[in-house]
């Protein structure tokens, strides 16, 4: 057993499961630093593929590494260095549903960077693979231009009545200046909620209903004056059953184990193989999102992580991955009909090595 599995093993040897999830459970992988700088992690225990990988998908969005595999704890990526203040300063999770087809949660943390803000990322995961969830998989092409036109609407019309409703001369000239900064910040809105593409909310799935919750409208600076906050709108799943994919009405509805999207397969979710048969490395890339999307990986000789910069082809089977470092080389993949990734990795100028995961 080396080092770091040694480590983990002894965080976890202190944690009894604190939820049953049918043949899971949940461990919390947790550290303090100080008083107020606390983390706390989900680690998802099971005989499971998926299981594990969702834990790595998580890891490597979050935790800028990958499951057991760190020196003293498995935050010190990611948490302020010593005589630093950038950085995440405490952390949490809620789980939001766990059902037969699907897992949802959110990650909570505090970041310092120029100002200290709380920050909460929402994932939902399919239980059959592991595979993360999105609104284009759990929709209909119609129905779920029908689902961005009604939001659409309904935070239009939100914003309008509020609009109508700051007064056109305040009391004083400081009320009239921070009624003036207010229908700036809405006007400059609308647009951006007029023409949604939804690709930015986070997705809630509960066990009952999904929610999907846009931005506030306001920059950090004038926050205090943003009256509206997040924009939140749920739906039963029940409302949605005309509107859902034949695998959304399998996963939201029926609930079911058994679901599989066979109609629109999409690159994303996490991968494992090796670059020229030899370097192995995990790559963990998110769904698209306007086009791009989330990416890095991982050399797991030495767990050396790699940020990369994703954006799809023509065909929805192929994705250019570009690395963001001083030497940068470009991974070129297809999905094929098994689920496995193939193509080629390329450093500038030199020879096309073969890649495949899967």
């Keep these: 057993m080396t080092r770091h599995m040694r480590l983990l093993s002894f965080c976890l040897a202190a944690l009894a499961p604190i939820s049953s999830l049918a043949d899971s459970s949940i461990s919390t992988l947790e550290a303090t630093r100080s008083e107020w700088s606390t983390y706390r992690f989900p680690l998802f225990e099971g005989e ?108 239009v019309d939100r914003i309008e009545t509020f609009i109508a409703a700051i007064p056109a001369n305040g009391a004083s000239e400081d009320e009239a200046e921070m009624a003036t900064i207010q229908r700036e910040i809405y006007e400059d809105c609308l647009p951006r909620h007029r023409n949604t593409t939804l690709d930015h909310d986070r997705l809630v799935l509960g066990q009952t209903q999904l929610t999907l919750i846009a931005e506030r409208c306001s920059a950090h600076a004038v926050r205090a004056l943003d009256d509206l906050g997040e924009f939140s709108n749920s739906f039963a799943y029940t409302e949605l059953a005309e509107a859902l994919s034949p695998y959304g009405r399998c996963l939201l509805l029926e609930q079911r184990s058994d679901c599989r999207d066979l109609s629109r397969p999409q690159i994303s979710g996490v991968y494992r193989g090796a670059v020229d048969g030899r370097q192995r490395i995990t790559l963990v890339i998110a769904p698209y999102a306007s086009g791009v999307s989330r990416a890095v990986y991982f050399r797991d000789e030495d767990s050396t992580k790699v940020d990369l910069s994703a954006r799809p082809q023509p065909d929805a089977g192929r994705v250019q991955l570009q690395e963001q470092g001083a030497t940068p080389a470009m991974f070129e993949l297809w999905l094929e009909r098994d689920g496995e990734l193939s193509g080629t990795w390329q450093q500038k100028d030199g020879p096309r090595l073969p890649v495949e995961l899967r």
């Design 48 to 155: 499971s593929a998926a299981l594990e990988r969702i834990n790595t998908y998580l890891h490597a969005f979050e935790l800028d590494g990958l499951p057991g595999r760190f020196e003293q704890s498995p935050f010190e990526r990611v948490w302020p260095k010593e005589g630093e203040g950038l950085g995440v300063v405490s952390l949490d999770y809620e789980i939001h549903a766990k059902t037969p087809g699907f897992l949802s949660l959110d990650i909570i943390g505090e970041y310092y960077g120029a100002y200290l803000s709380l920050g909460r990322n929402s994932y939902a995961f399919a239980l059959a693979d592991g595979s993360p969830l999105s609104l284009s998989e759990l929709f209909s092409e119609p129905g779920l231009q029908q689902l961005r036109a009604q939001i659409s609407r309904a935070r």
